[in-house]
């Protein structure tokens, strides 16, 4: 029974992660029907930049939560920049382009952002330090959760109550449902159209960067790659919980999370990405809308 909860901990951390991620992109999608294949890099370029400001915070001798606490606001701050300039550079020009267009702006913007890292940084793995320091729980919980676990959890179900009430009771808010809904009856009644995208990526770059930071610090470990992985996890679970809806990518995220930690306990962890992409598979297959989407007919 232990190792079923301790799997069911464990799924509940990377699924959180996913659902961060996952958050991004459906909230682009939602607004402009985009799929930003560049939004996992931005989740790269966070935890990058967290790495490169705690080294800097170290060597000064700043030590404990002031890195970790630095080292992501400085991480959400420019990959915020970094989401806005992506959507001004690849995506606004395409904003009446047919469809096809910005998908294909949107791959070579992930393929640029992973080479820019590259050649700036190493294609080796680095280490990441601990940022989160290690706190003693009462049991059960510090025999099934490191307090970097518990933090991934606790963090991202802010950021999603902190989203949730910002989308249904701010002012953006209800411009950006607003422009989901209809972007030219929203213009039309006054709403900044393209503030409302910006800020749309910026908000998704934050979540993503938060998550890259956590993340590493847990694992240990980037490279440039990593964004890719994360971002094709993440784009799954916003298909599996149904791209366009909130509630949807955080099932979504949960929902992938627990099938690769079991997957990896009960059959082997060779088979982790294989269960991932099969259930995917099997919601397209079923229930193409995803677990919380809703089919729309298109008129032609």
């Known amino acids: 029974m232990d190792y079923f909860v301790y799997l069911f901990m464990s799924g509940l951390t990377r699924g959180s992660i996913y659902a961060l991620i996952a958050l991004g992109y459906t909230m682009v999608y939602g607004i402009i029907q985009l799929i930003n294949f560049a939004h996992g890099e931005i989740y790269m370029i966070g935890a990058f930049t967290a790495l490169v400001v705690a080294s800097v915070l170290t060597l000064y001798g700043i030590q404990g939560p002031a890195v970790l606490v630095l080292a992501g606001v ?65 049991e059960p919980v510090s025999h099934l959760m490191s307090s970097a676990e518990i933090l991934i959890v606790a963090t991202s179900a802010a950021c999603m109550v902190v989203l949730t009430l910002l989308i249904k009771y701010t002012r953006m808010g ?8 209809d972007k030219s009856m929203a213009l039309l009644l006054g709403v900044n159209v393209n503030r409302v995208i910006s800020t749309t990526f910026v908000i998704g770059s934050s979540l993503a960067a938060i998550g890259g930071v956590l993340i590493a610090s847990h694992i240990g470990q980037i490279n440039f790659f990593i964004g890719f992985i994360a971002g094709i996890k993440a784009f799954t679970a916003a298909v599996l919980g ?4 909130i509630p949807g990518a955080a099932l979504g995220g949960l929902v992938l999370g627990l099938t690769e930690s079991f997957a990896t306990g009960y059959v082997s962890s060779d088979y982790e990405d294989v269960f991932a992409f099969a259930l995917l598979v099997l919601i397209l297959i079923f229930r193409p809308a995803g677990i919380l989407g809703r089919a729309t007919t298109q008129k032609v």
């Open 74 to 138: 400085v991480a959400v701050i420019y990959s915020m920049a970094y989401g806005f300039t992506v959507e001004k550079i690849a995506y606004k020009p395409l904003r009446q382009a047919p469809r096809l267009s910005p998908l294909i702006s949107a791959i070579g913007m992930s393929i640029f952002l992973q080479n820019y890292v590259l050649l700036a940084q190493t294609s080796n793995f680095l280490p990441f330090p601990a940022l989160v320091p290690e706190f003693a729980f009462l």
């Open 174 to 181: 209800k411009a950006m449902r607003a422009t989901a809904q």
């Open 242 to 245: 149904g791209i366009g809806s």
